[in-house]
């Protein structure tokens, strides 16, 4: 697996009212966090620009007591390296802190197969923390690496009624669950690109909330879930079974058991 990638449509820019920091409060950014908003400089968001952002909104939507420790491992084009994947792995399997990993991104393989590479990262996090991963945006039944791995959570997207799969959700026997993934609401960057307005709207003017769609959203409602369950007392591996039991749950054919807040 030479690349790792997730793609989603554009982003859709939302007005949120929310409070302001305070004045003298300087905001964090860390070199390995930091999004890049316009990598090719041609004054236009990038593709895939805030998805670690807008990941990390719907992780605290769940889980609001969550401290996230992230990793930037993709572009702003969604695209990324393997090798960059399992340096971020191993750099949470040296700290042995992490009780649940999100991994929104993934991809198909030629032979069907994982890497052996990207699966012994994953193991060496150890049994005591969870990881869900996305299913894939490619409306297939193809195994998506990593999420398809038997230690891993894969989690495909619901449309807009939760009843049903969105058109671009990946599907199959090696599906856990399945969450909204459509017209999801979350935090995201602050842009505005060159776009002129249409019909009194800016297209392209982002004030740090968005509306998207896709399984990478879908995977941190459930890592989110299992998250704000844990921190109640039980287990990350406990919270999971409670989170994924069928007996607790609608379940679905090929898209597993259904979380729908």
Same mark, same amino acid.
Request: with cysteine.
């Given at each position: ?36 908003? &316009? ?19 719907? #992780? ?64 060496? #996090? ?64 602050? =842009? &505005? ?23 990478? =959203? ?44």
């Amino acid at each position: 697996m030479p690349g790792v990638h997730d793609e989603h449509p554009a982003p859709r820019s939302l007005t949120i009212q929310t409070s302001k920091t305070r004045a003298n409060e300087p905001p964090i950014k860390r070199d390995e966090v930091t999004e890049v908003l &316009d990598a090719d400089l041609d004054f236009e968001l990038d593709a895939q620009a805030g998805h670690g952002t807008f990941i990390a909104g719907v #992780l605290l939507q769940h889980a609001p007591a969550a401290r996230i420790r992230a990793r930037r491992v993709l572009g702003g084009d969604g695209v990324g390296d393997e090798v960059d994947v399992v340096r971020a792995l191993s750099w949470l399997a040296s700290w042995g802190r992490a009780d649940v990993v999100n991994l929104s991104l993934g991809c198909h393989t030629f032979d069907d197969r994982p890497s052996p590479v990207l699966a012994r990262a994953i193991a060496a #996090l150890g049994r005591r923390t969870v990881v869900v991963a996305c299913a894939g945006n490619t409306a297939s039944d193809r195994p998506f690496w990593p999420a398809a791995l038997k230690s891993v959570i894969a989690v495909a997207a619901l449309d807009g009624s939760r009843r049903d799969r969105a058109w671009f959700s990946n599907y199959g026997w090696w599906v856990d669950a399945c969450a909204p993934g459509v017209d999801i609401t979350s935090t995201y960057v602050r =842009f &505005d690109g060159k776009r002129p307005r249409v019909n009194g709207i800016d297209p392209d003017a982002f004030e740090g909330f968005a509306g998207w769609s896709g399984t990478s =959203f879908a995977a941190p409602a459930v890592a989110g879930r299992i998250a704000g369950l844990a921190a109640a007392g039980p287990s990350a591996v406990e919270a999971a079974d409670r989170v994924l039991d069928p007996a607790a749950a609608p379940t679905l054919p090929d898209l597993g058991v259904i979380i729908r807040s």
